[in-house]
C-alpha cells in the first residue's frame, strides 16, 4: 500500500534562504509522486509532478523536487524564499491500479512561514 | 483555464439541517473526488467516481452522506441530517483517469461548511 509522510508540520524560512519540504513516500509500484501548494481559502494547485525519466523534476514559482528512490524521498526546494510563498504544501503518491488508479495518498502537509 | 467550481462557498446552517455540495468537475475528465479538510484530520478522501458509476465511498459516514453525479456535469454531496461535527471544508476534485497515474487531480476552491 502507498503511504506518504511529510517531514515537519512548520517550517519557517527567512525571505531569500532555502526552502526545503521533506517527503518520503512509500510504494508498493513505481510511485507516481506529486507536490501541491494550497493558499488561505483555496483549493490544492498542482506545483509539480514525477512520473517517469528524469529524476530532477521543476515546476511552477521556481519550485523543483528530486526523486531518489534509494531514499524513498522526493523533497521539494527553492532557491530563494518569497513572501508569497507562504503557503500549506502537501505531498502526494498515486495508487496503483484497478479501481483505485488515479487516487491520490497525500501527506498531512507542511506550513510554510516566510518571514522578512 | 478550465476549473473545478463548487458552489456554495461558504454554508453556514444548524444542526439536522440537510446541506447540499455542488461541483462541476473540469469537462472531458471522467473521475471526480470528494475529499473534507479539517485542521485534525488533514485531507480524507470521502467518495470518487468514474464515468459517474461510485468507484468507493467508504470514506463517507454511511447514515447522514450520500454522493451522486446526476450527469457528467455535477456532482452532488449531500449530508442529512447535519451535525457539528461535519463542519469542515469540503473540496470537489476532477482527474482524467485512462491506463495512466500520472494525472493530476485538479481542485476547485471548496466549500466551507459550518453547523451550528
Known amino acids: 500500500a502507498q503511504s506518504v509522510t511529510q517531514l515537519g508540520s512548520h517550517v519557517s524560512v527567512s525571505e531569500g534562504a532555502l526552502v526545503l519540504l521533506r517527503c518520503n513516500y512509500s510504494s508498493s509500484v513505481p510511485p507516481y509522486l506529486f507536490w501541491y501548494v494550497q493558499y488561505p481559502n483555496q483549493g490544492l494547485q498542482l506545483l509539480l509532478k514525477y512520473t517517469t525519466g528524469a529524476t530532477l523534476v521543476k515546476g511552477i514559482n521556481g519550485f523543483e523536487a528530486e526523486f531518489k528512490k534509494s531514499e524513498t524521498s522526493f523533497h521539494l526546494t527553492k532557491p530563494s524564499a518569497h513572501m508569497s510563498d507562504a503557503a500549506e504544501y502537501f505531498c502526494a503518491v498515486s495508487e496503483g491500479y484497478g479501481g483505485s488508479q488515479g487516487n491520490l495518498i497525500f501527506g498531512k502537509g507542511t506550513k510554510l512561514s516566510v518571514k522578512p | 483555464d478550465a476549473r473545478v467550481t463548487q458552489t456554495p462557498r461558504h454554508k453556514v446552517t444548524e444542526m439536522g439541517q440537510e446541506v447540499t455540495m455542488r461541483c462541476q468537475p473540469i469537462?472531458?475528465?471522467?473521475?471526480v473526488f470528494w475529499y473534507r479538510q479539517t485542521m485534525m484530520q488533514g485531507l480524507e478522501l470521502l467518495a470518487y467516481?468514474?464515468?459517474?458509476?461510485?468507484?468507493?465511498d467508504s470514506g463517507m459516514p454511511k447514515d447522514r452522506f450520500s454522493a451522486e453525479m446526476p450527469d457528467a456535469t455535477l456532482a452532488t454531496l449531500k449530508i442529512q441530517p447535519s451535525e457539528p461535527r461535519d463542519s469542515a471544508v469540503y473540496f470537489c476534485a476532477s482527474g482524467l483517469v485512462q491506463g495512466d497515474r500520472g494525472q493530476p487531480q485538479h481542485f476547485g476552491d471548496g466549500t466551507r461548511l459550518s453547523i451550528l
Open positions: 469537462l472531458g475528465h471522467n473521475t
Open positions: 467516481f468514474r464515468n459517474r458509476a461510485p468507484l468507493d
